[in-house]
C-alpha cells in the first residue's frame, strides 16, 4: 500500500519553543492531508485538513495561530507547534488521501510530542 | 457533531479465540471503515464496506455493515498474539473527513 511518512518520530522541547512535524506522501501525490492528535487511550481527533496550494481548515476549538499548517507541494504538509506547552504534550498523527475516494486515507506512523 | 462508540471497550482473549466488536454511530454512515492500530503507531486499514449488509473478509478477519447503516461489526476468529492493538471503526464525513469510534483495546494472551 501506499507509505507516508513522519519526521520526528519522537520530539522533546522545552515550554515556549515552536516544533515542526513533517508528514510526506512517499509514493503518491496527496492534495488533502490531514492532522490528528490522539491522547493515551483514546481515539483519533481530527484537528485540521491541509489542501496543497491554499490555506487549511481547522476544526472547531484548534486554534489556527497555535497549530500552524502548510501544505506547500504534492507530497509535503507540515504541522507547526508554536509556542509549545505541556498541554500540548501528544501523539500527533497525520493521514494523506489519494484520489480514489475517503478509503485511500494512508496515515504516517505518529509523532509523539513532549513539551517539558 | 457525529458520534461512533464502540464496544466493548477493551478486552483480554486467550489465543485461538474468536472476537467480536461492534460500532453504533448517531447517525447513517454510507461507508465504514475498520482500522487497527499497533502501539506507538498510525492507523492502518484493515476493511472498507460500502454498502448495507455487506459483509467483507480480509484474512481471519470479517466485517459487517449493519443494514440500519448505524452500526457495523468485526470479528477476528481464531486470534493470535499479533492481533493485539486499538480497533477502530471511522465513517467519513464531510469533505472526506473521517471520524474515528471510541475504540477496542484487544489484548491476548497465551
Known amino acids: 500500500g501506499a507509505v507516508v511518512s513522519q519526521h520526528p518520530s519522537r520530539v522533546i522541547c522545552k515550554s515556549g519553543t515552536s516544533v515542526k512535524i513533517e508528514c510526506r506522501s512517499l509514493?503518491?501525490?496527496?492534495?488533502?492531508m490531514f492532522w490528528y492528535r490522539q491522547f493515551p487511550k483514546k481515539s483519533l481527533m481530527l484537528m485540521a485538513t491541509?489542501?496543497?496550494?491554499?490555506?487549511?481548515?481547522?476544526e472547531q476549538g484548534v486554534e489556527k495561530d497555535k497549530f500552524l499548517i502548510n501544505h506547500a507541494s504534492l507530497t509535503l504538509s507540515t504541522l507547526t507547534v508554536t509556542s509549545a506547552h505541556p498541554e500540548d504534550s501528544s501523539f500527533y498523527i497525520c493521514?494523506?488521501?489519494?484520489?480514489?475516494?475517503?478509503?485511500?486515507?494512508?496515515f504516517g506512523p505518529g509523532t509523539r510530542l513532549t513539551v517539558l | 457533531g457525529q458520534q461512533l462508540n464502540q464496544s466493548p471497550q477493551s478486552m483480554f482473549i486467550q489465543e485461538g479465540e474468536d472476537v467480536s466488536m461492534n460500532c453504533t454511530s448517531s447517525?447513517?454512515?454510507?461507508?465504514w471503515l475498520w482500522y487497527k492500530q499497533d502501539p506507538g503507531e498510525g492507523p492502518v486499514l484493515l476493511i472498507a464496506?460500502?454498502?448495507?449488509?455487506e459483509l467483507t473478509s480480509n484474512g481471519r478477519l470479517t466485517a459487517q455493515f449493519g443494514i440500519t447503516r448505524k452500526d457495523s461489526f468485526l470479528n477476528i476468529s481464531a486470534s493470535i498474539p499479533s492481533d493485539v492493538g486499538i480497533y477502530f471503526c471511522?465513517?467519513?464525513?464531510?469533505?472526506?473527513?473521517?471520524?474515528f469510534g471510541t475504540g477496542t483495546r484487544l489484548q491476548v494472551t497465551l
Open positions: 493521514s494523506a488521501r489519494g484520489v480514489a475516494g475517503v478509503d485511500t486515507q494512508y
Open positions: 509514493d503518491f501525490q496527496a492534495t488533502t
Open positions: 491541509s489542501n496543497e496550494g491554499s490555506k487549511a481548515t481547522y
Open positions: 447517525s447513517i454512515f454510507n461507508t
Open positions: 464496506l460500502y454498502k448495507a449488509g
Open positions: 471511522a465513517g467519513p464525513g464531510t469533505a472526506s473527513k473521517l471520524t
